[in-house]
């Protein structure tokens, strides 16, 4: 994994362009995500062990807005049900072309991995094949509000029995207070871990048109109405959470 630190917003921007997951953020991609996402690789490695217990023989295993494949890694070293497979989709080219070479490199050290296709497309556009685990791992918020909704329902449809979709997400509160003291706190990490308040503020500039977070009460009432029969809440840390959505 690159160590290359993230300093894409420590330097005054004229205009802040709007976030896009391109060559320059794949660079720092690994150091971004760990400094700006709290718990987030408790939740990637435990997505794997989540996934584990979900997992059928021969199914496929989706990791949908896959980055640069820390989930799909995760998922390939703890599943080792009969069959399966994992298929890692982005839709930003420098990210799918650096998770290639992130696999390769995980393929020569380890055997007995599960086999992975990483796919270059726009999940929105993706024929499910019949899957027992579905990761949305901080992807939803990118997808546009009024496609969430479908999206959900076609991944329904394809979980099998004894399946489930994992969503981790950047939650929004519908208590103001609520809201103002953890983004506050998320504020506090992000300071915590070295990023300056130029750098704290032209990234929220950067993400405030592209990624649009939901409540935990529209995340569990959407899931339901996409067919999903349970909710489960497994992590939360600040405004950052994941959840286990059951067929
Ligand atoms: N319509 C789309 N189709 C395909 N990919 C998309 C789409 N929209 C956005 N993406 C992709 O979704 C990913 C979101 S990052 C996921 C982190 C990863 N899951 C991780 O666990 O490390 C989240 C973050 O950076 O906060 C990016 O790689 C986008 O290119
Ligand atoms: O940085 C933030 O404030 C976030 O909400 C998380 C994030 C992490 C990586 C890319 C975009 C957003």
Known sequence: MSKEPDRLFAQPLPQVPDFAFNEDVVRVFPDMIKRSVPGYPTIVENLGVLAAQF??????????????????????????????????????????????????????????????????????????????????????????????LALLGRIRQALLPGGALILSEKLRFNDAEEHALLTDLHVAFKRANGYSELEIAQKRSAIENVMKPDSLEEHRERLLAAGFSKVVPWFQCLNFASLIALP
């Open 55 to 148: 997992a059928q023989p021969g199914s496929v295993l989706y990791d949908l807005g896959s980055s640069l494949g820390a989930v799909t890694q995760a998922l390939r070293r703890h599943v080792r049900t009969d069959g399966c497979r994992v298929i890692a989709v982005d839709n930003s080219a420098a990210m799918v072309e650096r998770c290639r070479e992130y696999l390769n490199g995980q393929d020569s050290m380890f055997q007995e991995l599960l086999p992975v296709q990483v796919i270059e497309g726009d999940i929105l556009a993706l024929q499910f094949q019949p899957a027992s685990v579905v990761a949305l791992n901080f992807t939803l918020q990118f997808i546009a509000p009024e496609e969430r």
